[in-house]
């Protein structure tokens, strides 16, 4: 009886634990989406969603002991911050930034320097650490990090790169048997996909003032 006393007064808590951390988890899953949904519709307020999810998942992180993950995602809440501020007064006497699209010249020098990048911090992985698959870890890490940029920017085929990085996180989550991870990712996908159709929508429009009236809806409701 002692024993069984014993183990339910360890394992009680260990549940309990792992409710709120599971709770939190869903919290922050359903922001980011919020926050990409946001995003696709030019929404200010994703930028709010996205600086809510990266603290759950900071102090997530932190708490399961994944620092480099926690680390990652404080950089997120800064970028949370810039976008907010560049996408309410980034965008000169118009206060408020517009959908640009950069030359492939420009795209080919930022992959092959953030290619470059991944492949050095795939490198140390790969000697000082245990990670699985450091390359492709390192890679989606790096290309991730700038796309947060090019979001800020609003840099039209930030969406194209998203494509790529989840397509690649996929096959990452289902090699480690993350099947809910991986259809999660499926999603963002999706996504992905719609936000750069979107965006390329009023991009054009911008482009061709005789498009103008073509402007969906819900951007003429953004911001």
């Given at each position: 009886?002692?024993?069984?006393?014993?183990?339910?007064?360890?394992?009680?808590?260990?549940?309990?634990?792992?409710?709120?951390?599971?709770?939190?988890?869903?919290?922050?899953?359903?922001?980011?989406?919020?926050?990409?949904?946001?995003?696709?519709?030019?929404?200010?307020?994703?930028?709010?969603?996205?600086?809510?999810?990266?603290?759950?998942?900071?102090v997530l992180f932190w708490h399961v002991a994944l620092l480099m993950e926690?680390?990652?995602?404080?950089?997120?809440?800064?970028?949370?911050?810039?976008?907010?501020?560049?996408?309410?007064?980034?965008?000169?006497?118009?206060?408020?930034?517009?959908?640009?699209?950069?030359?492939?010249?420009?795209?080919?020098?930022l992959i092959g320097i953030t290619a470059l990048v991944s492949l050095l911090?795939?490198?140390?992985?790969?000697?000082?650490?245990?990670?699985?698959?450091?390359?492709?870890?390192?890679?989606?890490?790096?290309?991730?990090?700038?796309?947060?940029?090019?979001?800020?920017?609003?840099?039209?085929?930030?969406?194209?790169?998203?494509?790529?990085?989840?397509?690649?996180?996929?096959?990452?989550?289902?090699?480690?048997?993350?099947?809910?991870?991986?259809?999660?990712?499926?999603?963002?996908?999706?996504?992905?996909?719609?936000?750069?159709?979107?965006?390329?929508?009023?991009?054009?429009?911008?482009?061709?003032?005789?498009?103008?009236?073509?402007?969906?809806?819900?951007?003429?409701?953004?911001?």
């Amino acid at each position: 009886m002692d024993t069984w006393q014993t183990l339910s007064d360890s394992l009680l808590p260990a549940l309990s634990q792992m409710q709120a951390i599971t709770l939190w988890e869903g919290i922050a899953v359903l922001l980011a989406i919020a926050y990409l949904w946001l995003a696709m519709k030019e929404h200010i307020a994703c930028w709010a969603a996205a600086l809510l999810s990266t603290a759950i998942y900071t102090v997530l992180f932190w708490h399961v002991a994944l620092l480099m993950e926690s680390v990652l995602n404080v950089y997120y809440m800064g970028m949370a911050i810039y976008g907010f501020w560049l996408w309410r007064w980034g965008g000169g006497s118009e206060q408020r930034l517009r959908v640009t699209s950069w030359p492939w010249q420009k795209h080919v020098r930022l992959i092959g320097i953030t290619a470059l990048v991944s492949l050095l911090v795939g490198a140390g992985m790969a000697k000082f650490t245990h990670a699985a698959l450091p390359y492709w870890d390192a890679a989606t890490t790096c290309f991730a990090v700038v796309n947060t940029y090019l979001v800020a920017k609003k840099v039209l085929e930030n969406w194209l790169y998203w494509v790529v990085i989840d397509l690649v996180s996929i096959y990452l989550y289902l090699s480690k048997g993350l099947m809910l991870t991986s259809m999660l990712f499926v999603l963002y996908v999706g996504m992905a996909i719609a936000g750069y159709l979107m965006w390329r929508r009023e991009w054009l429009a911008l482009a061709r003032p005789e498009l103008a009236g073509t402007l969906s809806h819900h951007q003429e409701r953004a911001l």
